[in-house]
């Protein structure tokens, strides 16, 4: 029955979106995971500097979505699809050509940090239109009873990108160099670029639906802004993203540092978490089906948390690797109820505005805890204990999932009026 469901249950437009967004998501992980060591190692910026512009890209990336999906609705999903990835084709090509011989008498005379923030925010604008692209596709080329299944396949989609963009960059970098990720990835966008203009169809949602405006959209953010009880679960979520992108951050320094610099860290990071995900999601959703959504938000955090404990007893590649695995379990039992906490959370007819800035937290994190991560990092090599780096990350997973633990109490408190 599902074998048919698969079949029968979607619009061809909606294979070649998600198609479309397996390729996007593999340039998009191929090129964040030799980030750090290209700025550094390539452009010779500092630790803090590398995190700085993560940050910026990072955190433009996750938040500029909000604005993206409504001009992706009002131009239509196949004409946000050609701008994004004409802009990231362009981008990700800029970011590589910076480290490239060939372009270095033309930067020669450039701040190359600014030269960067420039190509990295106008390469966050071109992603910016992709995930309200494609799960709008995946919406309107879905049939009702397969929509839940539609999303499955997305999400599954995705972590099959962030597996092999990782896996493809070790064997370019080791072979041609760091900045030839970006050409990969640049080639990558562009490819879609041509599958979107050949086979790509647009479909019309059957429904009547509303279109904001921009300013309607400002407007919302505020009366989302006013929830306090949503703005503190938002903020606190946020220290989860905060340690889980130091896999794209710490780890890459520590390995290439103090275990082997030869080592595929690219490959290391991308099998042991997204490898996990694509082959224990569907399981560990039915195991953990019947927690609390809560509750099972809570264990995903203490169980993230652990990473950087079992890392930081003994760093080394078994035990990141073991780490990472820990960490993507965490993911795997607290992410999809998080989406479900969101939706108990917002007020009547206000969930899909509500869900429409699920990504803040990841934005917050990014902003903020590249930075951090980088700092960290260069702060504890520079006295002489990079050990202690992990113990930092260890500190914000247990101040993480205490905060949480907190908020259950006071929400529950707040719900049942006892003490």
């Not at 160099?177 to 490819?191: H, P, R, T």
């Not at 479900?340 to 429409?356: H, K, T, V």
């Not at 500190?395 to 993480?400: M, S, T």
Request: contains cysteine; proline residues 4%.
């Amino acid at each position: 029955m599902r074998i048919q469901e698969i079949r029968n249950g979607f619009h061809p437009t909606f294979w070649v979106a998600n198609g479309m967004e397996l390729f996007e998501r593999l340039a998009y992980y191929g090129q964040q995971i030799v980030f750090m060591i290209y700025l550094r190692n390539k452009l010779g910026f500092t630790e803090t500097e590398a995190g700085q512009l993560s940050g910026i890209f990072g955190g433009l990336i996750y938040m500029l979505p909000i604005l993206g999906g409504t001009l992706a609705d009002k131009w239509g999903f196949r004409r946000a699809f050609n701008i994004a990835f004409s802009i990231l084709a362009l981008g990700y090509f800029l970011i590589g050509s910076v480290g490239m011989d060939a372009f270095a008498g033309v930067y020669s005379n450039f701040n190359l940090y600014w030269l960067l923030v420039i190509f990295l925010v106008l390469t966050a604008i071109g992603g910016s239109f992709i995930k309200p692209s494609v799960l709008g596709t995946v919406a309107v080329t879905s049939k009702e009873e397969t929509k839940s299944l539609g999303f499955a396949v997305y999400y599954w989609l995705v972590n099959v990108g962030a597996l092999l963009g990782p896996t493809i960059a070790y064997f370019v970098r080791d072979r041609f160099g760091n900045e030839f990720v970006y050409v990969v990835s640049s080639i990558s966008c562009l490819a879609m670029l041509i599958v979107n203009l050949i086979l790509y169809k647009e479909v019309k949602s059957a429904r009547t639906e509303v279109i904001e405006s921009l300013g309607k959209k400002i407007t919302n953010l505020f009366v989302v802004l006013a929830n306090f009880k949503f703005m503190i679960f938002l903020l606190i979520y946020s220290l989860y993203w905060i340690i889980f992108w130091q896999e794209f951050i710490i780890v890459p320094y520590y390995v290439t540092d103090y275990i082997n610099a030869g080592a595929p860290y690219e490959i290391l990071q991308s099998w042991a978490g997204a490898g996990a995900i694509i082959l224990f999601q569907i399981p560990l959703n039915r195991l953990t089906k019947n927690i609390p959504t809560r509750t099972a938000i809570v264990i995903g955090f203490a169980i993230s948390s652990l990473i950087w404990l079992i890392i930081g007893i003994y760093p080394s590649i078994p035990t990141i690797a073991a780490g990472i695995v820990a960490f993507a379990i965490g993911e795997m039992i607290q992410a999809p109820r998080y989406y479900e906490y969101i939706s108990e959370i917002a007020p009547p007819g206000q969930q899909g505005l509500y869900q429409g800035y699920a990504f803040l937290p990841i934005a917050v994190a990014r902003f903020v805890g590249d930075p951090l991560g980088g700092w960290l990092y260069q702060t504890s090599k520079a006295n002489g204990k990079p050990e202690m780096v992990w113990f930092a990350l260890i500190g914000i997973g247990a101040l993480g999932t205490l905060l949480m633990i907190l908020y259950n109490k006071f929400v529950h408190v707040q719900e049942t009026g006892t003490t």
